[in-house]
């Protein structure tokens, strides 16, 4: 919408990719969809069925001339290609194009710079945007100075080169260096929050999935949402209340994507770290998705490489509302709307199984005088009946094995 109001002219792009199996349909598919995200319209697809990338020019010499005359019939103003390129690949295929060359990659850097809206956000944009321009410096032609608009400028002569490659490099450790001040801050809440036993259950899933919706649904919290690929960046944390009245703390996650830019995983690891240190994970699914099973493969594949795969989860299936059948769940899988709030008695009661399965019922008779352990036990569990007689306070409560260790002096069978 910003673009729009300032007037700016929406951007024509062919999008380009390379086909060898099913997924990569799929994944073409995908790239249309960030393509608008970006607000870029997507006007032709050029597509070449081959084992692997051309080394000089992604697609095959008698494509990129095929693509050269789609280019100057159409009027495009940009190639988005389905892959990483490297700086002379870009270059050569602009030389020949004489059209702007921008991968997959920098298309999912451009969406999540204009979405990062806290500060943190925007400092892991850039440095990512700033470890995928390093290497590419001298094939990207004019794309540092291109970042103020001008399609086609040429690119900086070596000592210029030097001198960006030295300045991009001071950025990076400058923002890494702010970047590590938040981390510190962030372990140090999560450490408060660990000392409280307040514990996290992370929404995790493909982006587009419902996460935030469904956030919003249980919580009532305001958490953007869109039917556009990464609408969230930050993570957002809300409490929310179990039917027992047991308290979970729930966080909203930046979504998943086959190929996600590794530099982008780089940068976001302490925002998603959040996820590695959560007590259970939501893995919010969306049902009417035709390739759900290879999603599910991705959003696994990223966990298992955040260290996290090993946390107990609930698999989410959301969107039902668009089904026709009726599905039913068990104890590790919930089918949900998160729109329609279908299902969140189901959702509920697995979260709380899961989440307290460690928590038994144990009687304890507190002397008068322990008002410290009182207070613990009345902050720390549930207490379900309490009597007062001459030699203390009766009291029943579901605690979890850790309270029951620090109090064993008081229980009572
Ligand atoms: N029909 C239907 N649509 C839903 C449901 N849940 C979410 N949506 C829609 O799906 C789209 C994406 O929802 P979000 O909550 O933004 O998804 P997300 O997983 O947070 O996405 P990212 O933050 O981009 O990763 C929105 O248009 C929602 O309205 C549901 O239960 N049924
Ligand atoms: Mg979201």
Redesign the pocket.
Known sequence: MEELNRNEKIERAILVGIISTVKDEESMEELKELTLTAGVEVIGVVTQKRDTIHKAHYIGKGKLEELKFFVENQEADLIIVNDELTGTQIKNMEDFLNVKVIDRTNLILDIFAKRARSKEGMLQVELAQLKYRLPRLVGMGGQLSRLGGGIGTRGPGETKLEADRRHIQNRIKAIEKKLEEIKRHRDLQRSRRKKNQVPVVAIV????????????ALTKAE???????????DPTARRLILPSGREVILI?T??FIRKLPHDLVEAFKSTLEEVKYADLLLH?I?V?SPDMEEKIKVVERVLSDLGAINIPKINVF?????LEVVLKGNEREVY?????K?GFDNLLEAIEREIFKDVEVVNFLLPYDKTKEYNYLKEKTKIIEENYNEDGIMIKAEVQKETKEKLKDFIIV
């Open positions: 899933g493909y982006t587009n999935a419902g996460k935030s919706t469904l956030l919003n958490v953007y949402v869109e039917d556009k690929l990464f609408a969230t960046l909203d930046v979504g919010v969306d009417t959301n969107k039902i509302d668009l949900i709307s998160a729109k329609n279908i």
